[in-house]
Every structure is written in structure tokens, then in C-alpha cells.
């Protein structure tokens, strides 16, 4: 998800509910995913990388809508192309769950 203020205290939550738009049925598709937060960015790794159908959705429309941790954001899921990045992108993702 594009960058936005805030996420940073999110930090130590592993999974959210994205929600996107379906690419050929044009409705609300909604699942639970790892993720992991850094700086102002949400990561979210795909394990079938562009082929998932998730990703699919968000070349054709970039519209995303976030819960986690009982609030809602809404905002602009992107490719990550960047191999420094990507590379961060899945440490944040990874890291162990702490305090529960």
C-alpha cells in the first residue's frame, strides 16, 4: 500500500484484511494476509508473486482498503519492482510475532 502517516504503530501486527476490487467481476474481494509495516508503507507479500489473482486486481485497479487492528485505511496497493525494497519489503513481513 502507497505510504501513509500512522502505520508505524502498527509495527508488531502480522496480518490485515485487504480488500480489492475484482479485476473481471468488478466486486469487493476481501482475504486475510501477511504483512508487515515499515516506515509508512503496509507490505504485503504475494507467494504467487504477479500471478496471484489479488495482484491481478491491483494492476488493473490500484484502489485498496486495509483493516488491521480494528481500523480501516484506505489507500493505493502498488508493485513492488525494487530489489532493495522487495528486500525490505519481506523483512518487515517476516518478522517474528512478539508479546502474544
Not at 475484482?22 to 509508512?40: A, F, K, Q, Y
Not at 504475494?46 to 488491521?68: F, H, Q
Not at 519492482?81 to 517476516?94: I, P, Y
Request: glycine share 12%; proline share 5%; with cysteine.
Amino acid at each position: 500500500m502507497a505510504p501513509q502517516p500512522g502505520l508505524e504503530s502498527l509495527k508488531d501486527e502480522h496480518f490485515c484484511y485487504r480488500t480489492t476490487t475484482g479485476r473481471v467481476s468488478g466486486l469487493p474481494r476481501e482475504s486475510e494476509i501477511w504483512s508487515g509495516v515499515e516506515g509508512h508503507a503496509l507490505y504485503m507479500l504475494s507467494g504467487g508473486r504477479e500471478g496471484s489473482n489479488w495482484v491481478k486486481n491491483i494492476k488493473k485497479d490500484p484502489e485498496v482498503t486495509v483493516r488491521i487492528a480494528g481500523r480501516t485505511y484506505r489507500g493505493k496497493g502498488r508493485i513492488v519492482t525494487d530489489g532493495t525494497e522487495d528486500a525490505l519489503a519481506r523483512n518487515a513481513a517476516s518478522r517474528p510475532v512478539t508479546g502474544r
